[in-house]
Nanobody, 124 residues
Framework: QVQLVESGGGLVQAGGSLRLSCAASGRTFSSYAMGWFRQAPGKEREFVAGMSKRGGTTYYADSVKGRFIISRDNAKNTVYLQMNSLKPEDTAVYYC?????????????????WGQGTQVTVSS
């Protein structure tokens, strides 16, 4: 199994940037595909970005394409989400997740492990 801890959230102004990190424990981190999800108050948890276990395949929600970049460093057991050109509608709790199958999935049901989340607030 893998344990995930997110960090890097905070308050930023619209148009600003923020980088989230997800530190993972476990000796088989490189066997997991990783994803980022977010959940705003009163809304369902939604997919943001995902990356295959080797980083060769990425997928982004339409709402963040061209603005967010997912990356991973298997040597550091860490996955990142670089968020640029932030908008108020990006405000949410952001979660990282791991999938045992190593593929990119776009729904929360395909992921096996979850972090506790980190708050991102974008002011206008």
């Amino acid at each position: 199994q893998v344990q995930l801890v997110e960090s890097g959230g905070g308050l930023v102004q619209a148009g600003g940037s923020l980088r989230l990190s997800c530190a993972a424990s476990g000796r088989t981190f490189s066997s997991y595909a990783m994803g980022w999800f977010r959940q705003a108050p009163g809304k369902e948890r939604e997919f943001v970005a995902g990356m295959s276990k080797r980083g060769g395949t990425t997928y982004y929600a339409d709402s963040v394409k061209g603005r967010f970049i997912i990356s991973r460093d298997n040597a550091k057991n860490t996955v990142y989400l670089q968020m640029n050109s932030l908008k108020p509608e990006d405000t949410a709790v952001y979660y990282c997740a791991a999938s045992q199958r190593g593929s990119v999935f776009t729904t929360r049901y395909e992921y096996d492990y979850w972090g506790q989340g980190t708050q991102v607030t974008v002011s206008s």
